[in-house]
């Protein structure tokens, strides 16, 4: 307890000192990750002008070749992220012996004092290097409180157990409601054990009903979210202290899950800088969630050998990422790495060529987009993290003990919290509209200051009670709420309720709790039914869609307001837009939810069409740092590289752009397009138009 303390102690006498902002990006930075330090020249010569400094290194040495840096990992590894051979053993052992006992992390986060001392070991090295070169401070690299987010009850020494009895203490009022929410009997706080995963499962994951009570599971995890961005925000406030200007945070950033301490609402926050992976809607989540102004980079890897990016010309491949992250307003991005981009003797590889190349027709406009501000339309969408967790649980049901083994690389294509985020950021994006995210943890508060036209629930399954009326107040007041499926079947405690929180507001009459009833299950649709398949079986309602298994787009008048029940798999949308065999369902989606968002008086800024351009077209507004106004569209199709490059075949595509008035538009840094409310453009497919509005 006294380490999680003194952390706490740190981050309260820091905290207040911290400026809200740092200063917007200069311009876009292209780093290179060097593995070997003596290769570091390689960087200018394909056309990054930075590098990654790691802890130790001579920043001197690199400013004097006129490169740039940040500082990765000032701590080194074993705290904010376990190195390989500290985590196997855990693994290992645990599945062997399936005893608890021997899951203890090595440097943990309650170790007396142990989070202050590297805090300090953090903020000396950062001032140590600190610069007109130091771009940012890197923290850690996939940063994680297991390893990335591998699932395993880590930690379990004696230091956690008494910080999780006061957690519990601070959840809990009596004993007896901690004994009632843990399933446990004891007769003193003292009793109090960390729960297990694997009884939790055994409890709970056998009936033919959805389990009923998940409490003990959410409980550990919240803890061990709080934990770890507490450790997290304590380093990071000290850091930011030793060099106030500077951007700090993390780079390789974990996509929300149900272990590993990525609870996007409480570890952004305390963050200037972050660089998460594109996997599951993170970069739009960390957008919305990070403090206004934060530094945002994003990672490039080459192609894999075989992949289908590989398909793609080299040239073609950078463009089109370089292209994202202009529309996107990244501050920077970080090239993965030496090796790739240059051969032993220093010699460009095809991809450092392109890289160098691309980077150098593309400088000027994403120099003038790093730090934009995307803008957001009146639609929000909310992020539960109780909802992945108990997402996490149903989609592993099927895994019985090999549970351990769900690592994030197979979660990346078999998570329906996941999938679900990504299905609705790409369906309203090939609407036009570019969503907000708040987080549920601030949803009720930031409803009595701000009011959307629409709000989105995403597969959110658990729902706090304050949040389900905040929501029914919302609608009652001339919201509109839309849902796919199974909103609010579960409190923020993770206890079922005996109907759906917001069934009512929904107009829902009628429900099943049979797991054969849930036809989503690991980011798809078990349906099998032709065309927009349902999400639950046996859903029945006041006004919907009949069908044979159940009703669809049930529609509810409440108060002033609507709330629609798509009972839709929203989560497969993500591979339906780009699959030319899913077409029918792809579009039946978009056009349910355009008719829910234009009743809630939600349009599109501009609109965009090509002849034979299937509907993955991506527009949306940057506020530039200087504060012009650019529109931007891209083909929004990364995930499909054979769609691009079909698409690609005949050159540029003509596109017409519709804006809702008249206004003078011309190439940002280029030349004049004229002044009128339609346009006829040429759009590379693999680039992007960035079209600056005249005031």
């Known amino acids: 307890m006294r380490g999680t303390t003194a952390a706490a102690v740190v981050l309260a006498t820091f905290g207040q000192l911290l400026p809200a902002q740092v200063p917007p990006p200069a311009r876009f930075h ?32 690199l400013a004097g070749r006129g490169l740039g840096y940040y500082l990765d990992q000032p701590i080194g590894k074993g705290l904010l992220e376990l190195r390989d051979e500290q985590w196997q ?95 446990s009997h004891v007769t003193a706080w003292d009793g109090i054990e960390l729960p297990t995963t694997d009884q939790v499962r055994r409890r709970e994951l056998g009936d033919t009903q959805l389990p009923a009570d998940l409490r003990p599971f959410g409980l550990r995890q919240e803890f061990v979210d709080a934990q770890f961005a507490a450790a997290v925000a304590a380093i990071a406030g000290v850091v930011r202290t030793a060099v106030p200007a500077t951007p700090v945070g993390l780079t390789g950033l974990q996509v929300p899950a149900a272990f590993g301490g990525n609870d996007y609402a409480r570890l952004l926050p305390a963050l200037t800088l972050a660089e998460p ?91 003038a987009c790093a730090g934009a501000a995307v803008q957001s339309d009146p639609v929000w969408i909310v992020e539960s993290q109780a909802s992945v967790r108990v997402w996490w649980q149903l989609d592993s049901a099927q895994d019985g003990m090999t549970w351990i083994r769900r690592l994030g690389s197979y979660e990346r294509e078999h998570s329906t919290s996941q999938a679900a985020r990504l299905g609705w950021i790409r369906l309203l994006q090939d609407l036009g509209i570019e969503p907000r995210f708040v ?82 299950r690991e980011g798809r649709s078990t349906a099998r039914d032709r065309g927009l398949p349902l999400a639950e079986r046996g859903l029945r309602g006041r006004l919907g869609e009949h069908r044979a298994d159940g009703e669809a787009f049930l529609e509810h008048a409440h108060g002033r307001g609507r709330a629609v029940y798509l009972n839709a798999p929203v989560c497969a949308y993500g591979g339906w837009r780009l699959d030319e065999s899913s077409v029918q369902p792809a579009r039946e989606l978009r056009r349910r939810v355009r008719a829910v968002l234009r009743q809630a008086g939600v349009e599109p800024t501009f609109e965009v069409r090509g002849e034979g351009l299937p509907t993955c077209l991506l527009c949306n507004t940057l506020r530039l740092r200087d504060g012009r106004t650019v529109l931007v569209v891209r083909v929004n199709a990364l995930a499909a590289p054979a769609l691009l490059q079909r698409l690609a075949q005949d050159g540029r595509r003509r596109v017409q752009l519709e804006l809702r008035g008249e206004r003078a538009l011309r190439h940002l840094g280029g030349d004049e397009i004229g002044r009128g409310k339609s346009f006829d453009l040429d759009l590379d497919v693999f680039g992007a138009l960035l079209l600056e509005v005249a005031p």
């Open 30 to 61: 292209a780093v290179l990750w060097c593995g070997d330090p003596a290769r570091v020249a390689i960087a200018g010569d394909v056309g990054c002008d930075a590098v990654q400094l790691p802890r130790g290194g001579d920043a001197a040495a």
């Open 277 to 367: 992976y594109a996997i599951g809607g993170a970069p739009e989540l960390a957008r919305s969630l990070l403090p206004v102004g934060a530094h945002r980079y994003a990672t490039l890897f080459a192609p894999a050998p075989g992949s289908p990016a590989a398909a793609l010309p080299l040239a073609a491949f950078v463009r089109v990422q370089l292209a994202a992250m202009a529309a996107d307003g990244l501050a920077g991005v970080v090239v993965w790495n030496d090796a790739a981009v240059a051969d032993g003797d220093g010699t460009a590889t095809a991809f450092g060529a392109a890289l160098r190349d691309e980077l150098a027709r593309w400088r000027t406009r994403l120099d």
């Open 439 to 520: 987080a549920e943890a601030e949803l009720a508060e930031r409803l009595l200051q701000d009011r959307p036209r629409c709000l989105v629930l995403p597969a959110a399954i658990a729902l706090a009670d304050r949040n389900v009326q905040a929501i029914d107040a919302f609608v009652r007041g001339g919201g509109t709420v839309v849902a796919d499926h199974g909103p609010a079947l579960y409190d923020e405690t993770l206890r079922r309720r005996p109907a759906g929180g917001l069934d009512s507001l929904f107009g829902v009459t009628e429900r099943s709790f049979a797991w054969t009833d849930l036809l989503v």
């Open 89 to 183: 053993p855990l693994l290992q052992a645990y599945e062997r012996t399936r005893d608890p006992a021997g899951l203890i992390r090595p440097q943990c986060f309650a170790e007396p004092d142990l989070v202050a001392q590297r805090a300090a070991e953090a903020a000396a090295e950062a001032s140590r290097v600190r610069g007109p070169g130091l771009l940012f401070v890197a923290l850690a690299d996939e940063a994680s409180a297991t390893r990335h987010d591998a699932p395993l009850d880590t930690c379990r020494c004696a230091l956690c157990a008494a910080a999780f009895r006061a957690f519990v203490r601070q959840r809990c009022a009596t004993l007896d409601a901690a004994n009632d929410a843990l399933g």
